[in-house]
């Protein structure tokens, strides 16, 4: 099953306070779907292995992150593991 934009949007915007840009949002659930269409295994590997990561691994990444360029805030970190999660869940067996 796929979620809608607006059931996406909606999603983001119930829990966050300042939600990434709708156009973003949806851009990054659309290639993440269609990443893990062409099966390659060591993406969604990676990709289950960030929605796991605890408090501190998330800081990690984030600096490492920082490190490469791409500044974000705690949340809208989440935001784009929220949406990681909605993927996986649409998509792969768990």
């Known amino acids: 099953m796929n ?7 909606q999603l983001i915007g119930s829990i966050y306070d300042w939600p990434i840009s709708e156009e973003k949002a949806w851009q990054v659930y659309t290639k993440l779907k269609e990443m893990i269409r062409k099966e390659d295994v060591d993406t969604l590997n990676f990709l289950k292995l960030i929605i796991a990561f605890d408090r501190t691994q998330r800081l990690e990444y984030r600096n490492y992150l920082a490190s490469l360029g791409y500044e974000l805030r705690p949340d809208e970190f989440n935001q784009y593991i929220l949406i990681i999660m909605v993927v996986l869940s649409e998509t792969v067996e768990v």
């Open 3 to 9: 979620m809608s934009k607006h059931k996406l949007l």
